[in-house]
């Protein structure tokens, strides 16, 4: 197994084998040693080797080491850094193959060749020496090691990661309250509700289910995450996107951002949601809430008592101060996870649970430490009865218990997972972290070792998923089969990691703020933190030259030029433009040897890249998410590059089949390339994750692409997603003069399909089949299917039942042959999560169908349905669903057909037991009656006017950093009750809470129609209310 980076040795475990390797590459070369030179390498060599084997130890492991352990191990630490930047400056000038034969001459004329690599080796025997003998006269073995450490040697959980909702113990009463509290209507006016308490007391878990619970009763709504030094212009960006999720971005500034938000939440009921929120964050963000006679809802969360008492106008009947847990709801949480091996501890279990003082923080985390970790429990209560006498309890003592219990969660955590855990510390305070990102920087940093056929991203995504076991990490997203896709950091984690993280100089954070903080001479690993300024810079002593990794968060103008960072392996850049800046140039990428990840979010800039990068030999990860120029034409020949992702308008340089390492790309338009890039596809044999986009649609033209890219598939054997979508642009329309049909038909008739694929997704009103491919029955590892079809038989309704693995299915049907599709008992037992759109309802669950399905949507025209067969859709029968959405076209009706359809809906879920969330809302139309008239409609209309059956709003983590890459486009806004769409919100006993009108430009007789029309929503509102009422929905 190869040895890894960890957060207190550094590369030092790894430094024999190198150098070993550095001596096979002298000797290979022809390069001169001077006698004696090669046996200054082998001693060198051979002193690490037993300074490894005879006096190296873990500080952590050691009975409460003394200040001299740390500060040796230190120094040792960064003689190994040392020693790993000067071998690899030395293995590339010999790898260099254009330079090699001058470099040797010239070092043969000077007669010294390589001589200051010797320097420094004599140099490195020096230090190495001196700490081996300051080891012995400071008698440093007479540390013994402490009880019940969890070796290194054991592997890593490799089980899938069970989430549980271990953290709602104790809520049910709480959520039920803080709902009355918003519910009470006070004259119209806006509602601002805050919830107080202590860091780890569970404020934020609280808040999201309330946002869960009462979001579908708004017209707007949004949660936002602030911190103490939040980034503004981010913060109301990610608001702006949720109240307006189709809203296109220019790069706006904060008072601009506060008026288009303020401008569209005007008129409306909206309900936002600001978590962990600082004074600095509300005297600013406040600007943007208007305060109509909507009966909006503000809810808060604070650590900040005199806060909450601002934000509530001073009025404490709405601030609920937030208690720890009861012992025995203490109890109940911490045993939520499996202690069956520590029955015997029992006693010790519940006086640890007793020091926890009921915060669920420190609960949860404890928990996932002793869980994991069944020899711990006795060291456990001895290293808490040792740091407790260190602490002052007489300031604020729940919240150094908090510390406390956080820290010895912390040092119990393996040494494997040590270094992952404090890399988290680069970003920044409440940020959202994607798991797939994080895994590739923990590898390219060397932190994951992976046996013998193993892989190093599984593994690391193994590593991340036991991070969240233990409680380290908070889960944020999880897909439909329950793993966690992304993470955020407690802020009392994320001071501890970055305390400990600085003084070991594993990663170094800076603010703008920070100009006279003590900081290392050779600093490590930098994370620059420079949102809120224009002006700044790193600390002038500081030696960039030795950072291996970078993030940076900031301007453009403060971002130090990346040439001057010699040894970087990671960079990780969120960069807004400066005012007038368009053009961010990266060209200095093309020097770092040693780079590995590059990821890039710079949305509102034109990123220049290098003309070549054939010097990026360790490249594995290429990300940029922005505008590019040009792609390097040498990209296809790097030879360790594993994922690829480009802005979708990027046109890629041909040979794209040479990539034959790659495993993930994004993304290949197919209206860019050639029909022999595409077949050149089929030569990336490694291939996981493939998106495809189509910037035009053209049936002509793209039919010969899709009939390769249909013999392509066959060939892509390790493929797990495949992904067809759509560039929107405002001009881009399909051309009407061809069925539909033709666009997609050539994916029917794959040979072939990759055998393990596990997520299809086909943008629907682009990729048609006029029937269900039968090669898709063949995909038993499938689990996400997107699709449309223009005929859905039963056959293709079985076809579909028998995927084993399906949890999520997206069915989008033009006709529905037999006229009604009838899931019954035992079918589609593992979908979670199902959208059927139609021109009708046309699917009816029988008892017993779909009984684990959680979240459906439907979407079907009112001219075309019977009301009769949503009484007999059979909602009552999902025994297991939590929310239902429908989107209902009401082109052709009148007022009476909407009113009839939306009481029958209210009484048919009524009969539901668990009582789901609804959410109904009226679109235009959802299929057009007419195949002619559907087709002229189209060749007329943008595409992005077209698709009124898009997922009904992002998920509320989905927003971050999320920028719509699109020409300026004139603002839209909805007009409530204006002819021809109108949208209905059910609350959980199915009231009628809003209406809306249809998407209308924005015009001053617009403008001057929406009190009206508000006035003629408080009428209908109250009308339908009653009417739910009757039917026995309380």
Sequence with gaps: MEVTVTASHGPLRSLPAKLEALLLLLDGSKCMLLKGDKKRICRLKVELEQLISEYLMEPSDVGYPALSIAYWVNELTELAYDIDDCVDKLVH???????????????????????????????????????????????????????????????????????????????????????????????????????????????????????????????????????????????????????????????????????????????????????????????????????????????????VDSLAQECCGHNSKYIFNMEPLADKESTELFLSRDFGHLVKHSEDLHEIIRECRGLPLATITAAGILASQPGRVEQWKEDHVHNSSSINWAINPELERMKLVLCLS???????????????????????????????????????????????????????????????????????????????????????????????????????????????????????????????????????????????????????????????????????????????????????????????????????????????????????????????????????????????????????????????????????????????????????????????????????????????????????????????????????????????????????????????????????????????????????LKIEVAELSSNDVDTLNKLPSLTALSLFVRTALGGRIILDKEDFLGLKYFKFVCTTVCVVFLEGAMLNLQKLKLGFNAIKTDQCSLIEAGFKHLTGLKEISLKIGDAGSDGSTKRAIESVLAAAICKHSGSPVVNLKWVDWIFSVDKEKNMAVQKDTPLENQDVITEEGLDIHEMQCIFVEEKKKRVYSRCPLSPGCSLARFSLSGRLMHRSGSIRRRTPASRRRMHECNENNKREKNGFSCGVQALGCH
């Design 93 to 303: 000038r010999h790898g260099d193959g254009s330079k090699i034969t001058r470099i040797c001459n010239k070092l043969r004329e000077q007669l010294n060749p390589i001589r200051w690599l010797i320097n420094d080796i004599s140099e490195f025997r020096v230090r190495l020496k001196s700490a081996i003998q300051r080891h012995r006269d400071f008698h440093l073995d007479r540390w013994t090691l402490k009880t019940g450490i969890l070796s290194d040697e054991h592997p890593p959980l490799l089980q899938p990661l069970v989430t549980k909702a271990s953290g709602l113990v104790g809520l049910d009463s709480l959520v039920g309250m803080l709902s009355g509290w918003l519910a009470v209507n006070e004259r119209g006016s806006l509602k601002v509700v805050a919830i107080a308490g202590i860091g780890g007391v569970g404020k934020t878990t609280l808040a999201k289910e309330l946002y869960s619970k009462l979001r579908g009763q708004f017209e707007c709504c949004a949660f936002v995450r602030a911190s103490r030094k939040p980034d503004m212009k981010k913060l109301l960006t990610n608001l702006l996107l949720q109240v307006q999720p189709r809203q296109p971005m220019d790069a706006y500034e904060v008072p601009d951002l506060i008026n288009k938000i303020r401008a569209h939440l005007r008129f409306r009921k909206y309900f936002i949601i600001v978590d962990d929120l600082w004074p600095s964050t509300w005297h600013i963000i406040s600007d943007a809430f208007p305060d109509d006679d909507h009966d909006s809802k503000i809810l808060i969360t604070t650590e």
């Design 410 to 784: 912390y040092n119990a955590i393996p040494h494997r997972l040590k270094a992952c855990m404090l890399y988290l510390c680069i970003y920044k305070e409440e940020y959202i972290i994607l798991k797939d990102t994080l895994v590739k920087q923990w590898v390219a940093e060397g932190f994951v070792s992976a046996d013998e056929g193993k892989d190093k991203e599984e593994v690391a995504g193994y590593y991340f998923d036991e991070l969240v076991r233990r409680g380290m990490i908070q889960p944020v997203d999880m897909d439909h089969n329950d793993r966690v896709l992304s993470c955020t950091v407690h802020h009392l984690v994320l001071n501890l990691i970055r305390y400990k993280s600085m003084g070991d100089n594993f990663v170094t954070v800076l603010d703008h703020s920070q100009t006279d903080i003590a900081v290392a001479q050779k600093v490590r690993r930098l994370s620059l933190h420079y949102s809120n300024t224009e002006v700044a810079k790193p600390p002038s002593n500081m030696e960039l030259s030795h950072v291996r990794s970078l993030a940076f968060f900031g301007l453009t103008k403060c971002m130090p030029p990346v040439a001057n960072f010699k040894l970087l392996r990671v960079i990780i850049l969120h960069l807004w433009p400066d005012h007038n800046e368009v053009i961010y140039d990266l060209t200095g990428i093309s020097e770092l040897f040693r780079l590995r990840v590059l990821q890039v979010s710079a949305y509102h800039l034109n990123v220049k890249l290098p003309k070549s990068v054939k010097h990026l030999k360790d490249l594995v990860t290429f990300e940029i998410e922005g505008r590019l120029a040009a792609v390097p034409h040498d990209i296809v020949n790097l030879p360790g590059l594993l994922h690829l992702n480009l802005p979708p308008e990027t046109d890629l340089p041909d040979r794209i089949g040479c990539m034959i390492s790659l495993r993930a790309l994004r993304h290949f338009n197919l209206s860019r390339n050639s029909v022999e890039n595409v077949k050149s596809l089929g030569e990336l044999s490694n291939l996981r994750d493939l998106c495809l986009t189509c910037s035009r649609v053209v049936p002509y033209q793209l039919k010969p692409v899709m009939k390769c890219l249909s013999l392509v598939l066959g060939k892509l054997k390790n493929l797990r997603s495949l992904t067809l979508d759509h560039i929107p642009s405002r001009t881009n329309t399909i051309d009407g003069s061809a069925s539909m049909h033709e666009i997609s038909c050539e994916l029917s008739s794959v040979s072939s399909p990759p055998p393990l694929l596990e997520k299809l997704e086909l943008l629907p009103r682009i990729y048609i089949f006029s029937v269900l491919p039968s090669w898709i029955g063949e995909l038993r590892k499938l689990s996400i």
